[in-house]
């Protein structure tokens, strides 16, 4: 069983090493405290300036500060909830329970690889997420592109849930939804 950090209250994602083939990796956007922004918003993070540039010019916000260059990680936010990737077998969506230990809890790590569908020739990109509504979703997204003789178009999408604790605090996250397009792809064909 692996052992996952415990990374705050935030819905834990799990960052190891990229492969040296992967393009990047795919985040939800936080505040710099950890916390989920206020829009529903996706940052596309990776190791190479020409990768970055690319990005900037399919999928990059407007904004001034929309590429942000952390260490050797370039970071682009894409203004929008939604973004389309496609996947090729069932086998680039993954997932198992993993054991946090501060809470002694098993939490599901959901592994999707995948390219973008606006940019299909900057490689393969990864993203990962903890989200139990997620997981729950994976053996169907799964049996869909096993049945594909192609890669599958799909779309991944951020869905914010607002709720209000005991104490009557309004709080909210963002929910990851993966849900399946279509069985073929122009960019892969």
């Known amino acids: ?3 996952v950090p415990d990374l705050g209250w935030v819905p834990m994602q799990v ?3 990229l492969d040296s083939t992967d393009a990047g990796e795919l985040l939800i956007e936080k505040h710099s405290i950890g916390r989920p922004t206020d829009l529903p918003s996706w940052v596309l993070s990776t190791k190479f300036p020409s990768v970055a540039v690319d990005l900037l010019s399919h999928l990059g916000s407007a904004d001034a500060g929309a590429a942000v260059t952390i260490g050797a990680h370039t970071k682009v936010r894409v203004n ?4 389309r990737l496609t996947m090729d077998g069932p086998m680039s969506l993954t997932s198992a329970l993993v054991h946090q230990p501060k ?3 098993l939490v599901p790590c959901i592994e999707a690889r995948f390219r973008l569908a606006e940019a299909y020739h900057l490689g393969a990109f990864r993203f990962r997420s903890s989200s139990w509504d997620l997981a729950e979703t994976v053996m169907g ?8 003789t192609r890669p599958v178009l799909c779309e991944l999408t951020l869905l914010q ?6 104490t009557g605090d309004s709080r909210f996250f963002q929910r990851p939804v993966l849900t399946v397009l279509r069985g073929d792809t122009p960019a892969a064909k």
């Open 1 to 3: 069983m692996t052992t």
């Open 141 to 148: 997204v799964q049996d869909e592109l096993a049945r594909a």
């Open 161 to 166: 849930v607002a709720f209000t604790t005991r």
């Open 15 to 17: 960052f190891e090493a």
């Open 103 to 105: 809470t002694n809890c």
């Open 80 to 83: 929008a909830p939604s973004i």
